[in-house]
């Protein structure tokens, strides 16, 4: 097997920038900049130590390093300071029962809890008006809650009547917001809506084009008949996602939710498409092209987290090659973190983000080395006649019979590797730890891709559509299918407490089974094969 270069100089900007995201926010605002500034003195001493030739690569590392994480301060400073400056958030530590507000949705209302009639929606504030005062113009952006809400598309204009949460270190009106406030204080601004929303202006531009493709879609599902269809396809295209409901609870006790939520999956399987129909082009307009549809399909979703993450990635990549280089997949996910952190650090506070890094991070670090090593047994395996099948079977048959072996170990390790790798965070979010994903993972990968080329076709070309709407229903019920019955297990969920304690207990289990494991079985080398440092180019 070929060495494997595993480059590690930006992962200690990386884990700078995550660490600035969940200290910084914390901190009161006059002292932020203070921590920036001093982390960036010595980013340039060290930046100067090594142009000396004082310091060498580990200083180079190190200055990245600070260089990051006073980034991260910096801007978020910088947001703090224009969001502190709203008229608005003055008039938010005094007594304001309620005022008119008009605003545009930047996340269409959804409910978060099957047994809950409360919806939650994202707003962006254009003007307030507080009684006996004039309109004032804001740029504040509060997350509201509401009963029976419309489904409002994103970019939608409202007129309607809010009830701000108050601060909880604000005591009294203070005309100075740094003397109690810190970032999480203003980045978690919370509403309530007390009156029904009035649409004044509808979608245009990008959230326009998206709402008419998703029109388009719900049409074509209408006339297939597959509620399944109707539920699946528009979240995995357009990352439209229904309301919590008893199907996207079986989706999340069967581990496969993921497949609602557009993230590097559905990148690359978009990607591969456009790369088979550009398949007779030359290579840069080929590679133009998958530009072309990272851009637009970030600005047609919206700034979801985990798209951005793959779109950063793939564009990446993109440049190497266009450079002629080998793209890296792990340096390409750093380089991602580092620049979706720094402009905008609240991700590294949003779950969905941390999922989806580190799923991809433990792909890209022990998915593919399995697969090629495992391409590699087999084919040691058929040199020393070890498979009866292999050798009573034909040569054709042999190559398919390999091709199915390594797709099906490979999906069972890919999901085996994320789950692993997503249960800390996903005990942040809900108890109990999903035993069966293997098997439902491995049960829906053969339409999966299917279903998102097939969506994608169904949305984006005007084609009438009814006959591959019905077939695209067809693996949307076998999908349903598979989570409902997977949920319905009574081994489906393994009880594991929530938050902290859960992650110390799983700490805890892990550690005992890797001592079992060094202690009573023979000890085995990863031959030779890694590089950690690459040369210096």
């Known amino acids: 097997m070929e060495r494997r270069i595993l480059d590690l100089r930006l992962l200690p900007a990386?884990?700078?920038?995550?660490?600035?995201?969940?200290i910084l926010p914390g901190l009161p605002l006059e002292w932020e900049p203070i921590a920036s500034a001093m982390s960036l003195v010595i980013a340039a001493a060290l930046l100067l130590g090594v142009y000396y030739r004082r310091l060498y690569g580990v200083g180079l590392t190190l200055a990245l390093a600070l260089g990051v994480f006073g980034g991260v301060g910096l801007s978020l400073s910088q947001s703090a300071r224009q969001i502190s400056a709203d008229p608005l958030v003055r008039a938010w530590q005094g007594d304001i029962s309620q005022f008119r507000v008009l605003a545009m949705v930047e996340n269409p209302p959804r409910k978060y809890a099957p047994s809950s009639g409360q919806q939650i929606i994202q707003l962006q504030l254009l003007e307030a008006r507080i009684p006996g005062t004039p309109k004032i113009k804001t740029e504040l952006q509060v997350v509201a809650f509401g009963q029976r809400l419309a489904p409002?598309?994103?970019?939608?204009?409202?007129?309607?009547?809010?009830?701000?949460?108050?601060?909880h270190r604000a005591a009294e009106i203070n005309p100075f917001i740094y003397d109690f406030a810190s970032?999480?204080?203003?980045?978690?601004?919370?509403?309530?809506?007390?009156?029904?929303?009035?649409?004044?202006?509808?979608?245009?531009?990008?959230?326009?084009?998206?709402?008419?493709?998703?029109?388009?879609?719900?049409?074509?599902?209408?006339?297939?008949?597959?509620?399944?269809?109707?539920?699946?396809?528009p979240a995995m295209i357009l990352g439209i996602r229904a309301d919590a409901s008893a199907d996207t609870e079986a989706l999340k006790t069967a581990g496969i939710v993921h497949i609602t939520c557009v993230s590097g999956m559905h990148i690359s399987v978009l990607l591969s498409l456009v790369a088979l129909l550009t398949s007779g082009l030359q290579r840069r307009w080929r590679l133009a092209a998958c530009g072309s549809l990272l851009i637009g399909y970030c600005l047609l979703l919206g700034p979801a987290p985990s798209l951005l993450r793959a779109a950063l990635m793939g564009m990446v990549s993109i440049l190497a090659l266009t450079r002629g280089r080998e793209p890296s997949s792990f340096s390409s996910l750093q380089t991602a973190v580092i620049g979706l952190l720094i402009f905008e650090p609240s991700f590294g506070q949003d779950a969905g983000f941390l999922l989806s890094v580190s799923a991809t991070a433990a792909i890209v670090l022990f998915a593919k080395p399995f697969e090629a090593k495992l391409q590699e047994n087999l084919k040691s395996f058929e040199r020393k006649g070890s498979w009866l099948i292999l050798r009573v079977a034909s040569e054709k048959c042999r190559s398919r019979l390999e091709k199915f072996l390594v797709a099906f170990l490979t999906v069972s390790a890919v999901s085996l590797i994320a789950q692993i790798a997503c249960l800390p965070g996903q005990l942040f979010i809900r108890p109990g730890i999903s035993t069966l994903t293997v098997l439902a993972n491995v049960a829906i990968a053969p339409v999966v891709t299917l279903l998102i080329w097939g969506g994608a076709c169904l949305t984006f070309l005007p084609l009438p559509g009814t006959l591959l709407a019905k077939i695209l229903g067809i693996g949307c019920s076998w999908v349903m299918m598979v989570a409902h019955g997977v949920a319905a297990n009574r081994l489906a969920v393994l009880p594991w407490p929530q938050g902290i304690p859960g992650i110390l207990a799983l700490s805890a289990v892990a550690c005992g089974a890797s001592f079992?494991?060094?202690?009573?079985?023979?000890?085995?080398?990863?031959?030779?094969?890694?590089?950690?440092?690459?040369?210096?180019?």
């Open 152 to 167: 409002y598309a994103r970019g939608t204009v409202l007129e309607t009547s809010l009830k701000l949460e108050k601060p």
């Open 183 to 233: 970032v999480n204080t203003l980045l978690d601004i919370s509403a309530q809506i007390v009156a029904t929303p009035k649409v004044r202006a509808g979608p245009c531009g990008a959230a326009a084009l998206k709402q008419k493709l998703a029109s388009r879609l719900e049409e074509k599902l209408v006339a297939a008949k597959s509620p399944a269809a109707a539920a699946l396809l």
């Open 516 to 537: 079992i494991f060094r202690c009573y079985f023979a000890k085995t080398g990863i031959g030779g094969n890694v590089e950690v440092w690459p040369p210096s180019r």
């Open 14 to 22: 990386t884990l700078s920038s995550w660490l600035g995201t969940l």
